[in-house]
C-alpha cells in the first residue's frame, strides 16, 4: 500500500516466480530474453468462440510495478533469497515488450491474446496478475456476451455484485459485462470507476416501509417521476402489485403527460406473468411502460422465456453472469515460446503433454484474421512466425491443426494482425480506447461472426491455422 493508500499489486504473484527469479540471477540469467504467451484452451460453456477483456487493467498494472520497502523486507524475512535479488527487486522496473489483442476481441482457444517478450525475471513475475485479470474479465465478457444475444435486441443489464465473490469481482465483472453487450449494472461503484452505467429502482423493502402498496408506488413516482419503475410481486402481482401501479401512473405521472415508465418482475412465472401484465397495461392506456425481469436468469432462460411469447423488455441478469456459473473457468495459461540469444537468434520452446491439448505452440509469433471481401465475414484466424507476412492478394490454403486432413483455400480475403504493440522498451505505446469504444468494436467484432459460429450448442468449428513454416518447426520438435 503506498502513501496514498494505493494498493500495490507488485506482490500479487505465485511464490515461485520470486524463487525462479532469484534462481535466474544465480544463474545468470536475469538478462536472457524471453517469449511468453497468454492463451486458453477451451471456450467455456461449449460456445464457439470468448472475448477477450482485462487488458486495461494488465496495462495500469504493468505501468505500476515496483516493489515497495515492505515488500523487500518481507521477502529478506523468507530467508531464501539473496541481497544481490532483493537489491533488483528493489530497483525493478518493467523494460520489455507487449502485443495483445485489443479488448472486445473474439478470440479462439490457444491462440495467443497477450505476447510478452522481456528479460526471464520480469516476463516470470508478470504471469499471476495478468492470469488472474484477463481470466476473470474473459471469463465475464464471454459469458455476458452470450446472454445479451440470447435476448435478441432486447436490453439486458448487469445485476449480480451480491453474489459475486468478492468486491473487487463486482466492480470489474460489471465492467468486463459492460463490453460483452450489456446496457448498464446496478454496481454504483463501477460507473464512479469505470462510466459503466449504473441504475436501479426499489427493492421489496421500500414497498414493505409503507402503509400499503399503493402508497409506496405513489411516493416513489412523486420523487422519480421521470424514472419510475415500481417493482409489483411484493405481494400478489396480478391483483394487486400491477393495478396498482397503473393507478399510481394514472394518478401521477398522466397529469404531468409521462407515458414512460416501467414495472418490475423478480418472482414466479415470468413468461405467463409477463404477458398478463402487458395485457393489463396496454389496456389501462400504459402501452409505452416497460417490463423489466429479474430471478436467476441465464441465457438458456431468457430464450426459453421469449421462445413461450413473454413480453419482456428488459432483463437484469445477476448471479449467473457475475459468477459465470455454468463455466466459471476460463482457463487462461502462461507459456514460455522461445527464448533469444545475445546475437538475437531465437530458440523456439514447446510444452509437450500426453494431453494433446496441453502442447503448446512455440516461438515469436503474428496472429491473423482472414476477414471474406464480399460479406465482411471473419473466416479463419492464422498463426505464423514473427518475420512472416501474408498476401492477401493470392488464394492461401490452411487447414485445422487438430484435424489435418481438413484443408481449406482461402480467397479474395483481407488479413488484419490482431496482436497490436502495447508496451515498447517498458514504455506504453498503445492509445488505450474509451470504454465506450471497446464495447462498440466488440460488438461490430462478434457480428462479423458467422451465425453458426455464435451458436450456442455444437457450435460450428472456426478454423484457427499455423502457417507452414510455423507447422513445420512444431512438428520438428515434436519429433526431437
Given at each position: 500500500m503506498?502513501?496514498n493508500?494505493?494498493?500495490?499489486f507488485?506482490?500479487?504473484?505465485?511464490?515461485?516466480?520470486l524463487?525462479?527469479?532469484?534462481?535466474?540471477l544465480?544463474?545468470?540469467?536475469?538478462?536472457?530474453i524471453?517469449?511468453f504467451?497468454?492463451?486458453f484452451?477451451?471456450?467455456?460453456?461449449?460456445?464457439?468462440?470468448?472475448?477477450?477483456?482485462?487488458?486495461?487493467?494488465?496495462?495500469?498494472?504493468?505501468?505500476?510495478l515496483?516493489?515497495?520497502p515492505?515488500?523487500?523486507a518481507?521477502?529478506?524475512?523468507?530467508?531464501?533469497?539473496?541481497?544481490?535479488?532483493?537489491?533488483y527487486?528493489?530497483?525493478?522496473?518493467?523494460?520489455?515488450d507487449?502485443?495483445?489483442?485489443?479488448?472486445?476481441?473474439?478470440?479462439?482457444?490457444?491462440?495467443?491474446l497477450i505476447?510478452?517478450?522481456?528479460?526471464?525475471?520480469?516476463?516470470?513475475?508478470?504471469?499471476?496478475?495478468?492470469?488472474?485479470?484477463?481470466n476473470?474479465?474473459?471469463?465475464?465478457?464471454?459469458?455476458a456476451n452470450?446472454?445479451?444475444?440470447?435476448?435478441k435486441g432486447?436490453?439486458?443489464?448487469?445485476?449480480?455484485s451480491?453474489?459475486?465473490?468478492s468486491?473487487s469481482?463486482?466492480?470489474?465483472?460489471?465492467?468486463?459485462?459492460?463490453?460483452?453487450g450489456c446496457?448498464?449494472?446496478?454496481?454504483a461503484?463501477s460507473?464512479?470507476?469505470y462510466?459503466?452505467?449504473?441504475?436501479g429502482?426499489?427493492?421489496?423493502?421500500?414497498?414493505?416501509?409503507?402503509?400499503?402498496?399503493?402508497d409506496a408506488f405513489?411516493a416513489?413516482?412523486?420523487?422519480?417521476?421521470?424514472k419510475?419503475?415500481?417493482?409489483?410481486?411484493?405481494y400478489?402481482t396480478?391483483?394487486?402489485?400491477v393495478?396498482?401501479?397503473?393507478?399510481?401512473?394514472?394518478?401521477i405521472?398522466?397529469p404531468?403527460?409521462?407515458?414512460?415508465?416501467?414495472?418490475?418482475?423478480?418472482?414466479?412465472?415470468?413468461a405467463?406473468?409477463?404477458k398478463?401484465?402487458?395485457?393489463?397495461?396496454?389496456?389501462?392506456?400504459?402501452?409505452?411502460c416497460?417490463?423489466t425481469c429479474?430471478?436467476?436468469?441465464?441465457?438458456?432462460l431468457i430464450?426459453?422465456l421469449?421462445?413461450q411469447?413473454?413480453c419482456?423488455?428488459?432483463f437484469?441478469?445477476?448471479e449467473?453472469?457475475i459468477?459465470?456459473?455454468?463455466?466459471?473457468?476460463?482457463?487462461?495459461?502462461?507459456?514460455?515460446?522461445?527464448?533469444?540469444?545475445e546475437?538475437g537468434?531465437i530458440?523456439?520452446?514447446?510444452?509437450?503433454?500426453?494431453?494433446?491439448a496441453?502442447?503448446?505452440?512455440?516461438?515469436?509469433?503474428?496472429?491473423?484474421?482472414?476477414?471474406?471481401r464480399?460479406t465482411?465475414?471473419a473466416i479463419?484466424?492464422?498463426?505464423?512466425l514473427?518475420?512472416?507476412?501474408?498476401?492477401?492478394?493470392?488464394?492461401?490454403?490452411?487447414?485445422?491443426?487438430?484435424?489435418?486432413?481438413?484443408?481449406?483455400?482461402?480467397y479474395?480475403?483481407?488479413?488484419?494482425?490482431?496482436?497490436?504493440p502495447?508496451?515498447?522498451?517498458?514504455e506504453?505505446?498503445?492509445?488505450?480506447?474509451?470504454?465506450e469504444?471497446?464495447?462498440?468494436?466488440?460488438?461490430?467484432?462478434?457480428?462479423?461472426?458467422?451465425?453458426e459460429?455464435?451458436?450456442?450448442e455444437n457450435?460450428?468449428?472456426?478454423?484457427?491455422?499455423?502457417?507452414?513454416?510455423?507447422?513445420?518447426?512444431?512438428?520438428?520438435?515434436?519429433?526431437?
Open positions: 503506498d502513501k493508500g494505493k494498493l500495490n507488485t506482490m500479487l504473484c505465485d511464490f515461485y516466480e524463487t525462479m527469479g532469484n534462481g535466474y544465480a544463474a545468470g540469467m536475469e538478462d536472457r524471453t517469449y504467451d497468454l492463451f484452451r477451451s471456450v467455456p460453456d461449449g460456445g464457439g468462440f470468448a472475448i477477450a477483456a482485462g487488458l486495461d487493467q494488465v496495462i495500469d498494472y504493468i505501468r505500476d515496483h516493489f515497495d515492505e515488500d523487500i518481507y521477502l529478506r524475512g523468507k530467508n531464501c533469497f539473496s541481497e544481490a535479488f532483493l537489491d527487486l528493489a530497483n525493478f522496473r518493467f523494460t520489455g507487449i502485443w495483445a489483442v485489443p479488448e472486445g476481441t473474439p478470440v479462439f482457444p490457444r491462440e495467443p505476447v510478452v517478450r522481456a528479460p526471464a525475471i520480469q516476463a516470470q513475475l508478470l504471469e499471476t496478475y495478468m492470469l488472474c485479470v484477463v476473470h474479465q474473459s471469463l465475464i465478457a464471454t459469458k452470450r446472454i445479451v444475444r440470447s435476448a432486447r436490453t439486458v443489464l448487469e445485476f449480480g451480491r453474489r459475486a465473490q468486491s469481482a463486482a466492480i470489474v465483472g460489471a465492467r468486463a459485462a459492460y463490453i460483452g446496457a448498464g449494472t446496478a454496481c461503484i460507473d464512479q470507476l462510466g459503466v452505467p449504473a441504475g429502482t426499489m427493492a421489496h423493502a421500500w414497498v414493505q416501509m409503507f402503509d400499503t402498496e399503493l405513489r416513489y413516482c412523486r420523487t422519480y417521476p421521470d419510475s419503475t415500481l417493482l409489483v410481486d411484493t400478489d396480478l391483483h394487486s402489485g393495478p396498482n401501479a397503473i393507478r399510481a401512473f394514472d394518478e405521472l398522466k404531468l403527460g409521462i407515458k414512460k415508465c416501467g414495472i418490475r418482475l423478480d418472482s414466479g412465472d415470468l405467463y406473468l409477463s398478463q401484465a402487458r395485457k393489463m397495461l396496454d389496456a389501462a392506456g400504459w402501452t409505452e416497460t417490463i429479474s430471478n436467476a436468469l441465464d441465457e438458456y430464450r426459453d421469449l421462445d411469447g413473454a419482456i423488455d428488459c437484469g441478469v445477476g449467473r453472469l459468477t459465470a456459473e455454468s463455466d466459471p473457468v476460463f482457463g487462461c495459461v502462461y507459456k514460455l515460446a522461445a527464448v533469444e540469444d546475437k537468434h530458440t523456439p520452446k514447446i510444452k509437450i503433454s500426453e494431453n494433446t496441453k502442447i503448446t505452440n512455440p516461438h515469436f509469433k503474428k496472429l491473423w484474421r482472414f476477414y471474406a464480399d465482411g465475414k479463419a484466424d492464422y498463426m505464423s514473427h518475420d512472416e507476412q501474408v498476401d492477401d492478394s493470392a488464394d492461401l490454403e490452411i487447414f485445422d491443426p487438430d484435424d489435418t486432413w481438413k484443408r481449406k483455400t482461402v479474395d480475403f483481407k488479413a488484419r494482425e490482431l496482436l497490436v502495447i508496451f515498447q522498451h517498458g506504453l505505446v498503445y492509445e488505450q480506447p474509451t470504454l469504444e471497446v464495447k462498440a468494436y466488440c460488438a461490430q467484432q462478434v457480428d462479423t461472426l458467422w451465425p459460429v455464435q451458436r450456442f457450435p460450428h468449428g472456426y478454423y484457427v491455422d499455423l502457417s507452414q513454416r510455423l507447422w513445420d518447426i512444431k512438428n520438428d520438435l515434436l519429433r526431437r
